[in-house]
């Protein structure tokens, strides 16, 4: 069993759609980090939580310790969203989701 | 500010040979740690490296061997390649003791033929 749970694992919106991705966790964290990797592979770090709620844009994340759960919100969606979103946890090394296809079509 | 550099950016070799990929930590950051993603799948935990040391250890086998230098550049070493080898490479840098603040590179594209 993977130690890090995404859903959806593919998603298709139109462009303006309000996006929920959730993940979920079966370790003890550090932090949580929402990732974004572009085809071609590079990848970009959104978000690094360890409590609460962060915005940045038209991205919200927020993660409930308790629950072991987080949510990446994207509102007010574009066509240059589309990409996969990772959610992956720390502690002494990170452990990986395997990702959400996200593709916004205009 | 550079932020984490691999090379090559692409690569092909054969079954059978060996490869080493190499990357440069964000400038600030001492430690290394080095991935694999397969196509489709989540990226997994190979090794770490600090203070030139092999730090911990995911589920890889020893093909899989590492290194890094004093002005913490790293590189990844493999052994007899195997078609399943072939995946992206990523390297991501940070510093010591933090929960996060990880910064990852554009990864090394390896093909095995």
């Known amino acids: 069993k993977n130690e890090v749970e995404q859903s959806p694992q593919n998603l298709t919106a139109q462009e303006g759609e309000f996006i929920t991705i959730n993940c979920s966790y079966s370790?003890?964290?550090?932090?949580l980090h929402w990732l974004q990797q572009h085809p071609g592979g590079g990848i970009v770090s959104l978000f690094m939580?360890?409590?609460g709620k962060k915005k940045h844009g038209r991205l919200i994340a927020t993660i409930n310790i308790q629950e072991k759960h987080s949510s990446l919100h994207i509102t007010a969606s574009h066509p240059r969203d589309s990409a996969v979103y990772i959610c992956?946890?720390?502690?002494?090394?990170?452990?990986f989701g395997t990702g959400t296809s996200l593709t916004v079509i205009p | 500010d550079a932020g984490v550099t691999q090379s090559p950016t692409h690569l092909i070799k054969t079954r059978g040979q060996q490869v080493t990929l190499r990357c440069s930590p964000k400038?600030?950051?001492?430690?290394v740690s080095w991935y694999q993603q397969a196509l489709g799948q989540g990226p997994q935990f190979i090794f770490q490296?600090?203070?030139?040391?092999?730090?911990q250890r995911g589920n890889f086998p020893d093909r899989f061997s590492g290194h890094q230098f004093p002005n913490y550049s790293s590189e990844l070493n493999v052994n007899a390649l195997l078609l399943g080898d072939s995946a992206l490479y990523l390297c991501?840098?940070?510093?010591?003791?933090?929960?996060?603040?990880?910064?990852f590179g554009s990864g090394t594209r390896l093909t095995v033929v």
């Open positions: 991501a840098s940070s510093l010591p003791g933090q929960g996060g603040g990880y910064t």
């Open positions: 370790v003890g964290i550090s932090a």
């Open positions: 939580l360890s409590s």
């Open positions: 992956a946890v720390s502690r002494n090394q990170f452990y």
């Open positions: 400038s600030g950051h001492d430690t």
């Open positions: 490296y600090y203070e030139e040391e092999e730090r």
